[in-house]
């Protein structure tokens, strides 16, 4: 888990691009420089990249959580068709 918060955000730098001197003039402050195209229309923007943001992060929360520890423990489980095949 500690390899994961340590590459995640080094992730995220690395695949960070950077905006045209164009697209830097429409953005507003805090996005200046980061974002392309055409800035933000109304404050309903913000609103769906927060909302859309927040189930992305929970999604790949429950992945990686179900991935790493799945929690099935029954010997009558689907799994046990491929794990004890013979």
Known sequence: MKKILIILPLLMVAFNTWACPA????QPMFLKGVAHGAGPTSNWDYVYVIMITLVALLTLFYAIKWI????EKNADHIKRTVLNFN
């Not at 697209?23 to 429409?26: M, R, Y």
């Open 23 to 26: 697209c830097e003039k429409q």
């Open 68 to 71: 790493v520890k799945p929690g």
